[in-house]
Structure formats: C-alpha cells, structure tokens
C-alpha cells in the first residue's frame, strides 16, 4: 500500500508535496483523456456523424457518447488513419505531466509530430487512394481528400509522393534535429574515416606536446648544470 500512498513525512515542504500533486492530478487527467480518446476512436462509425447532424442523438452508436462521436470525427474525419496520433499525443502529454516536464521544453518535438501527422495524411491519400474505399480511413480524411488531391493533381502522384517526403526530411531535420550529413556518413561508410583522421591527427598533436615537454625538460637541466 505505501507504494500506491504517498504520505510526506514532516520534513516534507508544503512546496514540494504541492508540486507533487498537481504533477498527480495533470498526469491523471491526461491518461484519462488518452483512454478515452481510445475508446471514443476505436468505436468510430462514420454514421454517427449523419445522425448527429440530423439531430438523431439517440441513434450515436460510438462508445463515447456525443462527445467521443463529436472527437472521433474531429480526428478520424480530418486525418484519416492518421487521427488515432491524437491518442499517443495525449499519452505523452501525461507523461510529461507526471514527470513535471514543462510542455514549453518540448514544444519543438510537438510541432514536429503535429506536422509529420499532416503530412501522413497526405501520404495515406497519394498511396492508397484509388485502391480503397472513398470511405476508408485510408483516405487521409479531409485534409487527404482535398489537399492531397490538389497536390496529385498539380504534381502527379510520384511528385507529390516526393514532394511530402521531402517535407517530412525537413520537418525531422527542424525538430528532430535529423543529420542527413551524418546519415549519408554511415551508408557510404565516410563517418568512420573522418573519425580514424581525427583520432590520428589527436595522437599526432599528443606526440607534438610530449616531444616539446621533454625539449623544455633538457632545456632546463642544461641550465642547471651550467
């Protein structure tokens, strides 16, 4: 039971326990929204939506109620297959929050999350768009359906298949710090050379110091003899 109750003992400042707690409270509050968002995305039917606009709100078949139908078409109605992210976005959320990261610390790798989400529901509408149903989730929801389309139209499915990867390079390269000098090192095996020259030019520079130390030394020893 001690492991589940935390009890301060007196030593404890007021401070910390309270930081403790909101940490709790924040970390709890977002895994109870990500368990949702599981539930309400999982039971998704795109029915739901109709009946909603057609006041039918006693027809909602998604496990969330109003609500989770309301979110699933959010998320699965504007992003596809993509929209199930939401629910690790929420999941990361409240690890942050139990750890007592701030959001703003972390505010690079979000933005670099949000967009690669984007630019999958892209990529889901330019690869398998004509072999789904209009309906699938695969089809990159609204934002594949138009913007998707438009970019196929404009570029043809091969370039705008490499126009979106060449936005997801960058993306990774903003936020993620990805090193394409470093990756293109190791496929044609360059890294290892530049390090072997660095450690041989560090002996050398080693050696350097060494035989100027032992000049000083003899240097110092024929004054004293003399």
């Given at each position: 039971?001690?492991?589940?109750?935390?009890?301060?003992?007196?030593d404890t400042s007021e401070t910390f326990v309270h930081?403790?707690?909101?940490?709790?409270?924040?970390?709890?509050?977002?895994?109870?929204?990500?368990?949702?968002?599981?539930?309400?995305?999982?039971?998704?039917?795109?029915?739901?939506?109709?009946?909603?606009?057609?006041?039918?709100?006693?027809?909602?078949?998604?496990?969330?109620?109003?609500?989770?139908?309301?979110?699933?078409?959010?998320?699965?109605?504007?992003?596809?297959?993509?929209?199930?992210?939401?629910?690790?976005?929420?999941?990361?959320?409240?690890?942050?929050?139990?750890?007592?990261?701030?959001?703003k610390s972390h505010w690079l790798s979000m933005l670099?999350?949000?967009?690669?989400?984007?630019?999958?529901?892209?990529?889901?509408?330019?690869?398998?768009?004509?072999?789904?149903?209009?309906?699938?989730?695969?089809?990159?929801?609204?934002?594949?359906?138009?913007?998707?389309?438009?970019?196929?139209?404009?570029?043809?499915?091969?370039?705008?298949?490499?126009?979106?990867?060449?936005?997801?390079?960058?993306?990774?390269?903003?936020?993620?710090?990805?090193?394409?000098?470093?990756?293109?090192?190791?496929?044609?095996?360059?890294?290892?050379?530049?390090?072997?020259?660095?450690?041989?030019?560090?002996?050398?520079?080693?050696?350097?110091?060494?035989?100027?130390?032992?000049?000083?030394?003899?240097?110092?020893?024929?004054?004293?003899?003399?």
């Amino acid at each position: 039971m001690g492991m589940l109750f935390y009890r301060p003992s007196k030593d404890t400042s007021e401070t910390f326990v309270h930081d403790r707690t909101i940490r709790e409270i924040k970390g709890s509050l977002y895994t109870l929204l990500a368990l949702f968002l599981l539930v309400a995305l999982t039971s998704y039917i795109p029915r739901d939506t109709f009946n909603i606009l057609n006041g039918r709100i006693d027809h909602i078949n998604n496990m969330g109620g109003i609500v989770g139908a309301v979110l699933s078409e959010l998320f699965l109605g504007t992003l596809g297959i993509m929209g199930y992210s939401s629910i690790l976005l929420a999941g990361w959320f409240s690890l942050l929050a139990f750890r007592g990261e701030p959001f703003k610390s972390h505010w690079l790798s979000m933005l670099g999350f949000i967009i690669s989400t984007f630019l999958g529901s892209l990529g889901c509408r330019l690869i398998w768009g004509v072999k789904v149903a209009e309906v699938s989730l695969l089809q990159g929801g609204l934002i594949g359906r138009y913007v998707g389309s438009a970019l196929e139209g404009l570029f043809n499915t091969t370039g705008a298949l490499i126009l979106v990867v060449g936005a997801f390079i960058i993306t990774l390269i903003f936020t993620a710090h990805l090193s394409m000098l470093g990756f293109t090192r190791r496929i044609f095996g360059e890294e290892e050379e530049v390090e072997k020259r660095g450690r041989e030019e560090e002996e050398k520079h080693k050696e350097k110091e060494e035989k100027e130390r032992e000049e000083d030394v003899e240097k110092s020893g024929k004054c004293i003899v003399i």
